[in-house]
């Protein structure tokens, strides 16, 4: 929980604070003593496209693995008990998207958890979409 003490003890007037690590999940508890109501957004992709991006990164040179079935099982029965606590913990600030429709249709994918975080679409975020994920989706 180290990783939020600057937030807590910094000056910086920052509105948002955007992490994608999985691993808060476990936290989120401690992320709603810290946040005034924070929003939770959990991007799921398919199993096969995530096997592919972790096949990637070992290509790339990471050292972990091949996780077996059973981790596999584990892992993913893991994150939807998480992600089951914060629905239950929080069901109007909790909102679930299919990685892959965030790549095709940001603007109306992205709609709700804009308007719960008080923000609108801007056409300059489709750009950045296209030009960050272009990468992953090929």
Known sequence: QGIFSDLIDSKTGAVFAVD???VYGHIFHFLELLFCDPIYVHIIREEDAVLDSLKRVQEAGAVWGQPTVQQRR???KHWVDTSKDIVN???DRYFELRYEDLLANPQS????PLQALGLEWESSMKHKFA???AQVTT
């Open 20 to 22: 994608h690590t999985p």
């Open 74 to 76: 584990a892992f993913r």
């Open 89 to 91: 913990y929080a069901p």
């Open 109 to 112: 994918t992205l709609k709700e």
């Open 131 to 133: 030009t960050r994920y």
